[in-house]
């Protein structure tokens, strides 16, 4: 199911709203919205090595009065939303100077693993429990995955009704440490490593962010979980 152009149109409006962009005078020239598609297009297709078939650029508001770039317009990926179906280009003209920021959608089938049956929350996953079909990625919201074994092991976070797609923040890993487990503490600085005793204040699983006590300061602090029984402290 694609999402309507209607709320593509509604995100590129909120772009336009929000960028600092220089309006043209009416005997200027004005950008063609045609051109900023493209450039968002052909920056996606770049940056994820999807076919431009593939992707559904966000309707470019008519509306839209820049000034006519002097040069090519370009293109990059914003930061932080790298996701596999769902990307956002940033378009910025050096001068005179403009940015837009215009949503693509991938459409493209891919297999992704789902539930099989009903999972309940807290439930393991088991080889039993998945299955892979194709979906359309602009369909899947959020994350997906590609293997069964990526989510075999992994514990139910609510409950999943059948069909749905799997997703990192829906399955997660089993915890590796747990609440009030005391664990070692490492903060790396350089090449220096300082260990020290700590207790955790939640459950985490591989790699995941945790808060620690120092069980000598009493200091709560947060850290990675390398393992069953260590995490790595964040140090500014």
Same mark, same amino acid.
């Given at each position: ?71 090519? !317009?370009? &293109? %990059? $990926?914003?930061?932080? #939303?790298? =996701?596999?179906?769902? *990307? ?7 001068? /005179? ?20 049956? !009903?999972? &309940? %929350? $807290?439930?393991?996953? #088991?080889? =039993?429990?998945?299955? *892979? ?7 899947? /919201? ?95």
């Amino acid at each position: 199911m694609r999402a309507p152009h209607s709320s593509l149109s509604a995100l590129v409006l909120v772009a336009v709203l929000l960028c600092a962009a220089a309006p043209a005078r009416a005997d200027e020239a004005l950008e063609r919205p045609e051109r900023i598609a493209a450039v968002a297009r052909a920056t996606a297709a770049r940056e994820s090595g999807r076919a431009p078939a593939e992707l559904e650029v966000g309707v470019i508001d008519p509306r839209l009065r820049l000034r006519a770039c002097d040069t090519e !317009p370009a &293109g %990059r $990926l914003t930061p932080g #939303t790298r =996701s596999s179906t769902q *990307l956002t280009v940033e378009v910025r003209c050096p001068g /005179p100077p403009w940015r837009q920021f215009v949503p693509v959608r991938v459409h493209a089938e891919e297999p992704v693993v789902i539930a099989a049956h !009903p999972l &309940g %929350r $807290l439930e393991v996953v #088991t080889a =039993s429990d998945v299955a *892979l079909v194709s979906r359309d990625l602009a369909s899947i /919201p959020t994350g997906y995955f590609r293997s069964l074994d990526d989510v075999v092991g992994r514990i139910a976070q609510r409950t999943i009704g059948p069909g749905e797609v799997l997703s990192p923040t829906t399955v997660r890993p089993p915890p590796l440490v747990r609440r009030g487990q005391t664990v070692t503490l490492i903060a790396r600085a350089g090449g220096l490593a300082v260990r020290s005793a700590g207790v955790v204040q939640g459950d985490g699983g591989l790699a995941e962010r945790v808060r620690v006590r120092n069980a000598a300061s009493g200091r709560t602090v947060e850290g990675f979980v390398r393992s069953s029984d260590t995490v790595e402290v964040l140090v500014e």
